[in-house]
């Protein structure tokens, strides 16, 4: 079992950043594929950002490129989403997830293990 626990979230306004924090606990975070999603209000869960374990290969929404980048650090157990340039249609509860082993990137129920999410609003 792997927990995962985001933290990072909050409010910013147009333009401004965040850096988002998945820590996982309860086997080895160097073996896992993590991934970003999120879910603003009426929508479905959608792919934001993951990196592939093993590869380093990272996949990005379109939406995203260029603005948001995942990374981690597997000394601390924790994968990283640091958002720039954030837009209003940013806002939304963002989760991080995980598989063991290699993933498929964009397919959410490819993931075994989900954080609580955290919540990022962004205002205009």
């Known amino acids: 079992q792997v927990q995962l626990v985001e933290s990072g979230g909050g409010s910013v306004q147009t333009g401004g950043s965040l850096r988002l924090s998945c820590t996982a606990s309860?086997?080895?975070?160097?073996?896992?594929?993590m991934g970003w999603f999120r879910q603003a209000p009426g929508k479905e869960r959608e792919f934001v950002a993951s990196?592939?374990?093993?590869?380093?290969?990272?996949y990005y929404a379109d939406s995203v490129k260029g603005r948001f980048t995942i990374s981690r650090d597997n000394a601390k157990n924790t994968a990283y989403l640091q958002m720039n340039s954030l837009k209003p249609e940013d806002t939304a509860v963002y989760y991080c997830?995980?598989?063991?082993?290699?993933?498929?990137?964009?397919?959410?129920?490819?993931?075994?293990?989900w954080g609580q999410g955290t919540q990022v609003t962004v205002s205009s």
């Open positions: 990196m592939i374990y093993g590869l380093g290969i990272t």
């Open positions: 309860g086997r080895p975070f160097s073996s896992y594929s």
């Open positions: 997830a995980a598989k063991s082993g290699v993933v498929a990137p964009t397919i959410s129920t490819d993931y075994d293990y």
